[in-house]
């Protein structure tokens, strides 16, 4: 048996026919759709968490960077007062590092969306896979 005869019975032996390559899309193709499609509405769900705190935090922000919370802040730390045993000092110097964590909480909430958006187009493909393997299995 020479070299083209082998490739001929290999090409044979391991073929694949249209409906059966529709079938193994087609599943493929759910499985990827239902994959997506929770992913998806998760991520609606942590972008709407994400944007809320954002919200929050910069309400928060702008409250603590205010000159008059500030004013009231260094009374306070006049007196000595102390919030949880900690000095007012600290407690200052702590809400303004968690302000400046505002930036943070804005570009983790464009990486969710981003992410939300992947997974939209994941959905669109696994569609698109669906009609490839039922219009293979049945044209």
Do not use: P
Not at 34 to 42: F, G, K, Q, R
Not at 82 to 92: A, L, N, R, Y
Not at 104 to 129: H, K
């Amino acid at each position: 048996m020479n070299l083209k005869e082998k490739i001929r019975e290999i090409e044979y032996r391991y073929w694949i026919d249209k409906v059966e390559l529709g079938k193994v899309t087609v599943i493929a193709s759910l499985a990827l759709l239902v994959v997506s499609i929770h992913a998806v509405h998760t991520m609606n769900v942590a972008v709407e968490q994400a944007q809320e705190s954002n919200e929050r935090m910069q309400t928060t922000a702008t409250l603590v960077q205010s000159n008059r919370f500030q004013q009231s802040m260094d009374n306070l730390a006049d007196t000595g007062a102390t919030i949880g045993g900690e000095s007012i000092t600290d407690v200052v110097a702590e809400l303004q590092y968690a302000s400046e964590s505002v930036g943070e909480v804005e570009e983790l909430t464009t990486e969710l969306e981003n992410a939300r958006s992947t997974y939209q187009w994941m959905v669109v493909i696994g569609i698109l896979g669906l009609v490839g393997g039922l219009t293979a299995i049945y044209i």
